[in-house]
């Protein structure tokens, strides 16, 4: 079975303060990682692939096989980096192509 | 950048009435996805579907519910006779590869059961 922990339901930080929003993941076989945004009233958004290895808007992200963890980070926070933050896991093989979110967190970024 | 469609952004209807929720995919992809997300709960799976036909389904996804890709551009959900739990945030997605590709989700339709 495919599970995505995120275990913070809401983060608030300062404005240039570093941010990890945590996300720890259950799955058997080799997964896919995502973090998507979702800003106020608006579609989800790719944020992140752990595919990619690359930076969105100042944030990475590792995938930690060992501890089942795809955190995202974030050096120093904006205020428009105020949304709500979905980590996802794709398996992959067999009929296990689909999406299997976290409960998301909100992220708050306080002037 | 190319977009997933979906309309309405809002619909209402009354228990036990038909509703359809409509999604304009992106034109070259290939796999099309429904998920919902109930009021303060995370996003579901609902229903994947490749090649004309449904490649997988959730527990979600009974007999209540159907898909189809009637014009070779628009993907729609159907609900047979909602219920009030029916109510939620609906999103399509869709995707060109299923490995390491993320999918594009549309902008929602939130159904209101009254």
């Known amino acids: 079975a495919q599970r995505v922990t995120q275990p913070e339901k809401l983060l608030s930080v300062f404005k240039g303060a570093p941010v990890e929003l945590k996300c720890n993941y259950s799955y058997s076989g080799s997964p896919e990682l995502f973090w998507y945004v979702q800003y106020s009233r608006q579609r989800l958004q790719l944020l992140l692939r752990?595919?990619s290895r690359e930076s969105i808007k100042g944030f990475t992200a590792d995938l930690n096989k060992g501890e089942t963890s795809f955190h995202l980070k974030k050096p120093f926070a904006q205020e428009e980096d105020s949304a709500m933050y979905y980590c996802?896991?794709?398996?992959?093989?067999?009929?296990?192509?689909?999406?299997?979110f976290g409960k998301g967190t909100l992220l708050t970024v306080n002037p | 950048e190319p977009e997933v469609t979906q309309t309405p952004s809002h619909q209402v209807t009354q228990m036990g009435q038909e509703v359809i929720l409509r999604c304009v995919p992106i034109?070259?992809?290939?796999?099309f996805y429904w998920y919902r997300q109930i009021l303060g709960q995370k996003v579901e799976f609902l229903v994947s579907?490749?090649?004309?036909?449904?490649?997988?389904k959730s527990e979600i996804f009974d007999d209540q519910f159907s898909v189809e890709r009637p014009d070779g551009s628009n993907f729609t959900l159907k609900i047979r006779s909602t219920k009030l739990e029916d109510s939620a945030m609906y999103f399509c997605a869709s995707t060109l590869f299923r490995d390491n590709y993320g999918y594009t989700f549309g902008s929602g339709t939130r159904l209101t059961v009254v």
């Open positions: 752990h595919i």
């Open positions: 034109s070259n992809h290939l796999y």
């Open positions: 579907f490749y090649n004309n036909e449904i490649s997988e």
């Open positions: 996802a896991l794709k398996g992959s093989g067999g009929s296990n192509y689909k999406l299997t």
